[in-house]
Each structure stands twice: as C-alpha cells, then as structure tokens.
C-alpha cells in the first residue's frame, strides 16, 4: 500500500525565500545588461583580518558600511591612476561557506573604460602594467599597492569612529578609549599588508 505524500501549508519563511529568489534573480538580469562586450572583467576580493570579527559583530552596520566604502575607494583611486573612470559592481558578504563570521566584499571590476581625462587622453582607457610593458596578460592594478590602499583607507576611517566615540568597545576592545592605546594599535595596523585578492578574467568558456 503506496503511503499518501504529505505536504505542508506555506509560511512565511517559504515567502521570504521566495521573494529572495526573485529579487536575487532580478539583480543578475539588470547586472548582465551592464556587462559591455569585448572587455575583460575581474573579480576583485577585499577581506578584513580576523581579528576585526569580534569587534564588527558588536558594530556591524557601521563597519560593513566602512569595509563596502574603502573597498570602494581603494579601486577607484588605483583605476584612476591608470586614467580610468572607475566603474564595479560590489556586494557584501558577511560569512564563509562554514557560516563562520568573515566579512568581505567581492567586485566586479572591468579592466577598462572612460578616460578620466578626456580632453588629454583618449575617450577610452585600457589598464596597462607599467611595471611590465610588454605584458600580454590582462591587468587591473597593483595588487599589493591596492591592498595598502584599502588598509590605509579602513583604518583611517576606524580611526576616525573611534575617535568620535560612534563604536561600541565592549571586553577586551574598551582599552581603545585611551588615546595612546589607540593611536599605538592603530599604526601597528598598518604594519601589515591586508589580504585583497584578484581574479583574472576566464581564458576560455
């Protein structure tokens, strides 16, 4: 005797998933018509180091805000001085494939695009490597030198929230309501080079 199949009646949860799924879809359609033919793209991945996790759970609205917006500014001042007009698509992810806390944001970067001197330069701008000429592979910027840049970026604006009080400082992190704690933490910061990864474009389909 075949069991009858059972079913359920929707909730809430299915509609939000639902919903999801739609508004998902609909930002991929409207990401696809900007997408121009014949340009390389590259992905360009901003992560934070872990040691920023307990203190960005306890801030997150502020500093996701401050990781989307240096991220943003390290590409735009790096694709400038290649003469670009800058141009990406980015998001924020706030967690790893293990559901581990690791914030980062991914970009979609074009290598190429409007000068951002057009009454000296031509009207459109391909990145080169000026360290290698003669490159034949396609290129986007200096990567350790847009690593520095999103690092100066993000801890010039931490240093500025904490300075104005705008972060919650709870445990181990209340030290940083010295003033000489904090400046000395914050330059040891940028002692180091932050990870930023980039991804060239496919070499086939």
Request: proline content about 7%.
């Amino acid at each position: 005797m075949r069991r009858p199949a059972l079913s359920r009646a929707p909730t809430g949860m299915d509609a939000a998933l639902v919903d999801a799924g739609a508004r998902r879809a609909d930002w991929m359609d409207k990401t696809r018509e900007l997408i121009l033919p014949g340009i390389h793209y590259f992905q360009v991945v901003f992560t934070l180091p872990d040691r920023f996790s307990r203190l960005i759970l306890g801030n997150r609205r502020v500093l996701y805000r401050l990781l989307f917006r240096s991220a943003w500014q390290a590409l735009r001042h790096e694709l400038l001085k290649q003469g670009i007009d800058p141009a990406a698509v980015l998001v924020l992810h706030t967690w790893n494939q293990e559901l581990g806390h690791h914030p980062h944001v991914h970009a979609l970067v074009p290598g190429a695009g409007p000068s951002a001197n057009p009454d000296n330069d031509p009207c459109w701008v391909v990145a080169q490597d000026a360290s290698f000429p003669n490159r034949r592979e396609p290129f986007l910027v200096d990567i350790k030198q847009l690593g520095r840049t999103f690092r100066d970026r993000f801890v010039r604006g931490l240093g500025m929230l904490l300075r104005k009080g705008s972060l919650q400082l709870p445990d181990e992190w209340s030290q940083l309501h010295d003033s000489r704690v904090r400046r000395a933490w914050l330059k040891a910061l940028r002692q180091s080079d932050w990870n930023v990864f980039i991804s060239g474009p496919p070499t086939s389909l």
